[in-house]
């Protein structure tokens, strides 16, 4: 399994951006995909996740209500929008996935698939 994120860029606060992940390789659609994101110096923050079949999201305090995540299947594709960014959303934002719960919780170590990242810098 393999997966792409894109879609990453410098915007100033208040800003929107929408992050794509591609997964390939895998040989089902029953995965949840997750949302990471790291800045230096620090450990890897949750950002949301979403179900096998897309009905089921969750999402750190710190987005809650400003981002959204979504799932294409037909095209492989996981998306986070991100709304009214402000410049503690800065980082290396990382999809993931889980092909063995339905709804993983925030612990990075449950994912078991990782994309190489893709820098968001939000200025002021």
């Known amino acids: 399994v393999q997966l792409q994120a894109s879609g990453g860029g410098s915007v100033q606060s208040g800003s929107s951006l929408r992050l794509s992940c591609t997964v390939s390789?895998?040989?089902?659609?029953?995965?949840?995909a997750a949302w990471f994101r790291q800045v230096p110096g620090k450990e890897r923050e949750f950002v949301g996740v979403?179900?096998?079949?897309?009905?089921?999201?969750f999402y750190a305090d710190s987005v809650k209500g400003r981002f959204t995540i979504s799932r294409d299947d037909a095209k492989n594709l996981v998306y986070l929008q991100m709304n009214s960014l402000n410049t503690e959303d800065t980082g290396v934002y990382y999809c993931a996935v889980n092909y063995k719960w339905r709804l993983p919780g925030s612990d990075p170590n449950l994912y078991e698939y990782w994309g190489q990242g893709t820098q968001v810098t939000v200025s002021s």
């Open positions: 390789g895998g040989t089902s659609f029953d995965y949840a």
């Open positions: 979403i179900s096998w079949g897309g009905d089921s999201t």
